[in-house]
């Protein structure tokens, strides 16, 4: 089992536990039509401890649809949004959340709701060659939390996960670039690689930037350009993989 989704849901119930319910946690024996909501919210939670979440599905939608004015459903509305997520429902999840911070913005967990409402957006990211628009989301939700919740102790995964959505953006950007560079557009990949360096200066794969931003501007004959940046990836990234081959291109461009 994946440790920080079993951390998610631990740490969840407890604190709701802590926020809402009394005295244990044990279901009541009565159909859920004959439940109060305080029942079927200890259901919900027994049933999620126990990963069945169609059980906790049916606890909460009975509390939401039929207990719309009981103080149980802030607490159902959350748990709901935490079902789906951990069912991998991902849009369904990120819906649930947002909704849940639009009507309760001011709540303890709201830190937890937005946090995990951006991650709904990190687990929808594809592939770093395809569609890039959750990753671009989960940013942007990511780099809101930070500034909302200075204090909030998901700040650290938030920041991670801001890094790893960085790093996603701008392998896409390498991987098109890359593209342009292999059926020898040198112009187009110029204008990708300059861009990638602009967006994402601090990746862990800007000394390969570098060297085929020289590759391409000596393909394209500017050779200055190509020399200025084999010295930049010499000087910036002096044990690079590609040092060797930029002193070997220096040494035809002199």
């Known amino acids: 089992m994946n440790p920080f989704r079993t ?21 009541s024996l009565l159909n859920n039509s004959e ?5 079927l919210l200890k259901d919900a939670i027994v ?17 939401l649809e039929d207990y719309p004015d ?11 949004a935490e079902v789906h997520y951990k069912n991998g429902q991902y849009e369904e999840s ?5 909704s849940f911070l639009e009507l309760y913005p001011a709540h303890q967990l709201a830190d937890r709701a937005y946090f995990f409402m951006a991650m ?11 569609d890039q628009t959750s990753a671009q989301n989960a940013l942007e939700e990511f780099e809101k939390f930070l500034k909302m919740f200075p204090k909030s102790r998901y700040r650290p995964q ?16 390498m991987e098109i670039g890359k593209f342009y560079f292999r059926t020898s557009s040198f112009g187009s990949a110029i204008t990708r690689f300059q861009q990638l360096m602009a967006a994402y200066p601090d990746q862990p794969f800007m000394d390969e930037v570098l060297f085929l931003l020289g590759e391409s501007f000596y393909n394209e004959q500017s050779f200055e ?21 930029a002193r070997a291109r220096l040494r035809d461009i002199q």
């Open 7 to 27: 951390h998610f849901q631990t740490t969840l119930i407890y604190s709701l536990l802590c926020l809402f319910l009394l005295n244990g946690c044990a279901g």
């Open 35 to 39: 439940k109060t909501p305080k029942e």
């Open 47 to 63: 049933s999620i401890q126990a990963e069945n979440y169609p059980d906790a599905k049916t606890s909460l939608n009975t509390i």
């Open 225 to 245: 350009k190509a020399k200025m940046n084999y010295q930049e990836l010499i000087r910036k990234y002096p044990r690079s993989e590609f040092v060797k081959e």
């Open 120 to 130: 709904s957006d990190f687990q929808l990211m594809d592939i770093e060659t395809r």
């Open 94 to 98: 990120k819906f649930m959340f947002k």
């Open 70 to 80: 009981s103080p149980e459903k802030v607490t159902a509305s959350l748990l709901m």
């Open 158 to 173: 938030a920041d991670a996960k801001r890094k790893q959505c960085l790093e996603s953006l701008a392998r896409n950007q």
